[in-house]
């Protein structure tokens, strides 16, 4: 039956004379595409919305349209570190390095990842949290059976602080092709340039793929303040200096009593 | 540059998408915002204390700061700062009353100098090590505990003394022990000493040092130092020892901006005006306590603090896992 359906889809595409293969096309866009923080920046929210296309030669199959919107943030390298008792007190023991880990993660999907894919499409996509790769630094003290435990450790902890994300059946269907979802990014999110990618997929195969740039900056007074303070930074720590002198010079003036 | 990722900063609670109390203020340094009436509140009480006992309070500010969830560098640093602030307005109420000895000050300053940069050295190299949070806790935990035994003996003994009637016992100035058979000795007319440099060069150094790696001004450990060990006259030790503090926490603040780049300008503005407006109103309260009663309760604060430090040692966390970025944050 598949294949039949197959070939007569491949049949009508060469028919067509079409240069993609691809009978559905994915059309997306971001609300904005670049997010600024500013002194009073608690977080915020950008909307993935978009459009899947069919044309005549799609051929109708039983199995759904599965989406997947990840949004991945500037790599980072990261330590994690594990508390172990010493001498009666709790002192951080273990530590195991990742590389070129992303400061930020959203999986946006329309249902759970196992469900739409197998682990070797999902990881090559990385398409959910337990599918995207965490590589190690190369000198690692950690023996192989506690590695899963740092790994689970470090998705815990970035989950916690809202910077990693797995959210099933969040994305909505305004009709059967326009799709629209809500990705919020918390105040700690780190500042860079971030990919918006969003996947369509139809029974475990990948029909297409749109990637969008989103840049999150400082800007104004908090992208001249942190500068100043990394790339002048004795310019910077003698104004920290003088401003406090003035501080307490000016305290010492107001409210002085003799 | 945020250090230590903790859960969720606690100065942000869920609820700060109410309209009443969204008086968030974004951190450009620590990357997360804060509550600014928070801050403020917590500058403004760590200053009434400092003016009620005439001490810095950063022994209090930089764990009140750590605990709320603002990464401990970012934590030590910006204390550093404030420091500065609330000392500048007493040395120059002090130095009005010609209530310092600058002699005695400069060589304190010199050896501070020395002992706060390989502070800020130490301090960079422990972060590196990811055990900045295990020694700042321990050197709290070993400090306070100290300091805060130490002066609960001393203010209960004042009391039960003068509850007794009995003759008050004072120390001299001109009354000798140890330290005063050390050679390399040199005069300092206000203070009215004639003193080895070995013991002040140490004191100095030592608490320059502590202060540049736990933020702290380290007033609370060099006025008594003075007092017992050098016995410089009670009317010239808070002033001189304020100056000595007023420098070396300026070279620390500059040199930490310059190393590890986690001074905040914006939490410590905030903290300082808070901190200034509080020291006014404690210097007032303490006027109207005695002597061995403010010793008291400041001996029961300080150690309140390091007991807050020894339990989070000794009991077992809850999250054992700690999380930190080591690069790939650029501007």
Same mark, same amino acid.
């Given at each position: 039956m598949r294949g039949l359906a197959g070939a007569l889809f491949l049949a009508v595409a060469l028919l067509a004379g079409a240069g993609s293969a691809k009978a559905e096309n994915l059309i997306a866009a971001l609300s904005s595409d670049r997010v600024k923080i500013e002194s009073n920046f608690t977080g915020t929210e950008i909307v993935v919305f978009g459009e899947i296309s069919r044309d005549a030669a799609t051929v109708a199959r039983a199995d759904p349209y599965d989406l997947a919107i990840i949004v991945t943030g500037p790599p980072q390298r990261v330590t994690v570190r594990r508390k172990g008792r010493l001498l009666g007190v709790w002192?951080?023991?273990?530590?195991?390095?990742?590389? !070129?880990?992303?400061?930020?993660?959203?999986?946006?999907?329309?249902?759970?990842?196992?469900?739409? %894919?197998t682990r070797v499409v999902l990881e090559r996509l990385q398409i959910g949290l337990h599918n995207i790769n965490l590589p190690i630094i190369g000198k690692s003290n950690?023996?192989?059976?506690?590695?899963?435990?740092?790994?689970?450790?470090?998705?815990?902890?970035? =989950?916690?602080? %809202?910077?990693?994300?797995?959210?099933?059946? *969040?994305?909505?269907?305004? *009709?059967?092709?326009?799709?629209?979802?809500? =990705?919020?990014?918390? *105040?700690?999110?780190?500042?860079?340039?971030? !990919?918006?990618?969003?996947?369509?997929?139809?029974?475990?195969?990948?029909?297409?793929?749109?990637?969008? !740039?989103?840049?999150?900056?400082?800007?104004?007074?908090?992208?001249?303040?942190? *500068?100043?303070?990394?790339?002048? %930074?004795? =310019?910077?720590?003698?104004? %920290?200096v003088m401003l406090a002198l003035l501080t307490g010079w000016l305290a010492g003036v107001v409210f002085r009593r003799d | 540059m945020s250090v230590f990722i903790r859960t969720q900063d606690a100065l942000v609670p869920d609820s700060f998408r109410k309209p009443w109390c969204r008086v968030q203020i974004y951190l450009p340094?620590?990357?997360?915002?804060?509550?600014?009436? /928070?801050?403020?509140?917590?500058?403004?009480?760590?200053?009434?204390?400092?003016?009620?006992?005439?001490?810095?309070?950063?022994?209090?500010?930089?764990?009140?700061?750590?605990?709320?969830?603002?990464?401990?560098?970012?934590?030590?640093? /910006?204390? /550093? /700062?404030?420091?500065?602030?609330?000392?500048?307005?007493?040395?120059?109420?002090y130095w009005r009353r010609k209530a310092i000895d600058f002699k005695l000050a400069g060589m304190l300053l010199a050896s501070g100098v020395v002992g706060s940069a390989l502070g800020v050295w130490v301090f960079d190299i422990l972060r590196?090590?990811?055990?900045?949070?295990?020694?700042?806790?321990?050197?709290?935990?070993?400090?306070?505990?100290?300091?805060?035994?130490?002066?609960?003996?001393?203010?209960?003994?004042?009391?039960?003394?003068?509850?007794?009637g009995g003759a008050h016992h004072t120390r001299l100035p001109g009354k000798h022990n140890w330290i005063h058979g050390l050679p390399l000795k040199m005069r300092f007319r206000q203070s009215r000493l004639y003193v080895s440099v070995i013991p002040i060069v140490f004191l100095g150094s030592s608490i320059g040092f502590l202060g540049a790696v736990l933020g702290i001004g380290g007033g609370f450990m060099m006025v008594p130092a003075l007092i017992y060990i050098l016995r410089v006259p009670t009317n010239i030790v808070i002033g001189t020892s304020l100056l000595q503090i007023l420098v070396t926490m300026a070279v620390a603040t500059f040199l930490h901006a310059v190393s590890t780049q986690s001074v905040d300008i914006v939490l410590a503005m905030i903290l300082m005006v808070g901190g200034v407006i509080g020291a006014q109103f404690g210097a007032r309260t303490g006027q109207k306590l005695r002597g061995d009663q403010l010793r008291l309760l400041l001996a029961l604060?300080?150690?309140?603090?390091?007991?807050?430090?020894?339990?989070?040692?000794?009991?077992?966390p809850d999250e054992l896992y700690s999380v930190a970025v080591t690069s790939g944050r650029l501007p």
């Open positions: 002192v951080n023991r273990d530590a195991e390095d990742y590389r !070129k880990v992303p400061g930020f993660y959203a999986a946006h999907l329309t249902r759970s990842a196992v469900d739409m %894919a950690v023996p192989f059976s506690d590695r899963d435990d740092f790994r689970d450790a470090f998705l815990r902890l970035r =989950i916690q602080n %809202a910077l990693f994300a797995e959210r099933v059946h *969040s994305i909505q269907f305004l *009709s059967d092709n326009l799709f629209r979802t809500t =990705i919020p990014l918390p *105040s700690n999110v780190p500042v860079g340039e971030y !990919k918006v990618t969003t996947y369509l997929l139809r029974g475990g195969a990948l029909l297409a793929q749109q990637e969008q !740039k989103l840049t999150i900056a400082k800007t104004g007074f908090e992208q001249l303040t942190f *500068s100043l303070a990394h790339r002048y %930074a004795p =310019i910077y720590g003698a104004a %920290a | 340094i620590a990357e997360l915002p804060v509550n600014m009436f /928070t801050v403020f509140g917590m500058g403004g009480a760590v200053g009434f204390l400092s003016g009620l006992f005439g001490i810095g309070g950063g022994f209090l500010l930089t764990p009140l700061l750590i605990f709320s969830g603002i990464p401990p560098a970012v934590s030590v640093a /910006t204390v /550093t /700062t404030q420091i500065v602030a609330s000392s500048a307005s007493g040395v120059l109420s590196g090590l990811g055990q900045l949070d295990l020694v700042i806790s321990l050197s709290y935990v070993t400090f306070l505990g100290t300091i805060g035994v130490l002066m609960l003996v001393e203010s209960v003994r004042a009391m039960s003394r003068r509850r007794a604060l300080v150690l309140a603090v390091g007991m807050r430090f020894a339990v989070g040692l000794i009991v077992q």
